[in-house]
C-alpha cells in the first residue's frame, strides 16, 4: 500500500517536493498546506509546475494533518519562524505523522540538540511511535553521506573536505539573503548565519556524521570566518540593491579535530556578486556547486550540480536535490524507530522508486 504523504509548504523546496512525491511510485500525495490565500485551491501540480494532479491546496492545517497522512515534508520556512515551524512540526509528530524537513537544523544530529530543544520532540515521538528526519543538500546528502561513500575509493587519508561555492543571486529567498545570510548589511555587523553558534548548530553535525560514519568521531570543533565587502553596487532581480561597502561574500570553515588531527572540514564560499572576492574559488561553470575533496591517494575532487527541468538554475538543481532526497527517505523514515533519526540510523537510500518503466 502507498504511504499517503502530505507536503507543507510550496517554496523552493515544497514544489519539488511535490514533483517528487508524484513521480514516486510508492507514494501519494493526500494534501498540500499552503499559508496564503493566493494559492489556496490551486490544483498541487499547477502550484509545482507540472500538470494537475486533483490534490488541491488548502490552508487548514489542522484538517489537513486529521486526514490519516503518514509522513509530512515540511517545507515551509523555518529560518526566520523557528517557534512556529517547531510547533507545526510537534503538532505533526503527536498526530502520529512522521515527518521530513530541511530547515529544522537543531535536529540534523541528537547528540548536538540542546536538551530543552530534544525533549519536547523526543516525547512527542515516543507517544505517537512517529519520527523526524532533517535533510537536504547542505546542510544533508552532499555533506554527510557522499564524502563517507568516496572514501572508500581514497587510500592513506589526511582530510576529507566539504564545500559549498554558490552566489545568492540564484537563491529566490530574498528575506533570508539579507536578513540571514547579510548580503547588504554593514559590514560592522556580523549576520545571523555566521554567528559561530549558528555554523556549530547548522554545518558542525555534518562532520560530526562523517567523522561518526568511519569511526572517528570529532573531538574538537573549531570555526574560521572571513567576509569581503561589495566593491560595487549591484542590482539583484527580485532582491533590489545591495550597495557599496556591505557584505558581498564571505568564506568559513568548520575544522572537526579527531585524534588530534584536522581530519574534516566545511567549508563555504558565498557570493551575491561574482566579481567580490576574485581569489576565492568559483564553481567550475554556472553560479554553483558542491564539491568533495579527500586528499590522499588519490586526491579525489567530485563535484556536484544540478539542473532542473522544471526549476532552472543552480538554486532550483540544489532545490531539486534537497526535496528529492528528503522524498525518498520517507518510506525508511516511517519505518525507523520512534524519535529524531540521522542518515546513519537508516538504511541506504536510493532512488529506486523513482525509475520510470514503460506505460
Given at each position: 500500500m502507498k504511504k499517503r504523504v502530505l507536503v507543507w509548504g510550496t517554496g523552493n523546496v515544497g514544489r519539488p517536493a511535490?514533483?517528487?512525491?508524484?513521480?514516486?511510485?510508492?507514494?501519494?500525495?493526500?494534501?498540500?498546506?499552503?499559508?496564503?490565500?493566493?494559492?489556496?485551491?490551486?490544483?498541487?501540480?499547477s502550484i509545482a509546475g507540472v500538470e494537475k494532479c486533483g490534490v488541491l491546496a488548502t490552508r487548514d492545517w489542522e484538517t489537513a494533518i486529521g486526514g490519516g497522512a503518514d509522513a509530512v515534508i515540511y517545507s515551509a520556512t523555518a529560518d526566520t519562524r523557528p517557534v512556529e515551524a517547531i510547533a507545526d512540526v510537534t503538532a505533526c509528530l503527536e498526530a502520529g505523522i512522521s515527518v521530513v524537513a530541511p530547515g529544522l537544523y537543531a535536529y540534523l544530529d541528537p547528540s548536538s540538540t540542546p536538551q530543552e530543544?530534544?525533549?519536547?520532540?523526543?516525547?512527542?515521538?515516543?507517544?505517537?511511535?512517529?519520527?523526524?528526519?532533517?535533510?537536504?543538500?547542505?546542510?544533508?546528502?552532499?555533506?554527510?553521506?557522499?564524502?563517507?561513500v568516496l572514501s572508500g575509493a581514497v587510500a592513506n587519508i589526511t582530510e576529507i573536505r566539504t564545500r559549498e561555492v554558490f552566489n545568492y543571486a540564484s537563491?529566490?529567498?530574498?528575506?533570508?539573503?539579507?536578513?540571514?545570510?547579510?548580503?547588504?548589511?554593514?559590514?560592522?555587523?556580523?549576520?545571523?548565519?555566521?554567528?559561530?553558534?549558528?555554523?556549530?548548530?547548522?554545518?558542525?553535525?555534518?562532520?560530526?556524521l562523517v567523522a561518526r560514519a568511519l569511526g572517528k568521531p570529532v573531538e574538537r570543533i573549531a570555526v574560521n570566518v572571513e567576509r569581503r565587502a561589495l566593491e560595487k553596487?549591484?542590482?539583484?532581480?527580485?532582491?533590489?540593491?545591495?550597495?557599496?561597502g556591505t557584505q558581498g561574500a564571505f568564506r568559513f570553515e568548520v575544522v572537526g579535530h579527531s585524534e588530534g588531527k584536522p581530519l574534516f572540514v566545511l567549508e563555504h564560499i558565498t557570493r551575491i556578486?561574482?566579481?567580490?572576492?576574485?581569489?576565492?574559488?568559483?564553481?567550475?561553470?554556472?553560479?554553483?556547486?558542491?564539491?568533495?575533496?579527500?586528499?590522499?591517494?588519490p586526491r579525489l575532487q567530485v563535484s556536484v550540480h544540478g539542473d532542473d527541468s522544471v526549476e532552472a538554475g543552480?538554486?532550483?538543481?540544489?532545490?531539486?536535490?534537497?526535496?528529492?532526497?528528503?522524498?525518498?527517505?520517507?518510506?525508511?523514515?516511517?519505518?525507523?524507530?520512534?524519535?529524531?533519526?540521522?542518515?546513519?540510523?537508516?538504511?541506504?537510500?536510493?532512488?529506486?522508486?523513482?525509475?520510470?518503466?514503460?506505460d
Open positions: 511535490i514533483r517528487a512525491v508524484l513521480s514516486h511510485s510508492d507514494l501519494e500525495l493526500s494534501a498540500v498546506i499552503v499559508s496564503g490565500a493566493a494559492k489556496e485551491n490551486l490544483d498541487a501540480g530543544a530534544l525533549a519536547p520532540i523526543e516525547d512527542a515521538c515516543k507517544k505517537s511511535g512517529a519520527s523526524l528526519f532533517v535533510s537536504g543538500i547542505d546542510p544533508g546528502w552532499v555533506m554527510d553521506m557522499l564524502p563517507v537563491y529566490d529567498q530574498p528575506q533570508v539573503v539579507r536578513e540571514v545570510i547579510g548580503f547588504g548589511q554593514s559590514m560592522d555587523e556580523l549576520p545571523l548565519m555566521l554567528h559561530d553558534f549558528a555554523i556549530e548548530m547548522v554545518w558542525a553535525p555534518m562532520i560530526k553596487s549591484v542590482d539583484v532581480p527580485g532582491m533590489g540593491l545591495f550597495e557599496t556578486d561574482d566579481d567580490c572576492a576574485p581569489d576565492w574559488p568559483y564553481p567550475e561553470s554556472g553560479q554553483g556547486c558542491h564539491q568533495v575533496i579527500i586528499t590522499g591517494s543552480a538554486g532550483g538543481g540544489g532545490n531539486a536535490s534537497a526535496a528529492a532526497w528528503l522524498v525518498n527517505a520517507i518510506p525508511a523514515v516511517c519505518e525507523a524507530n520512534p524519535g529524531i533519526v540521522t542518515v546513519l540510523d537508516l538504511p541506504r537510500i536510493t532512488g529506486a522508486a523513482q525509475l520510470q518503466g514503460a
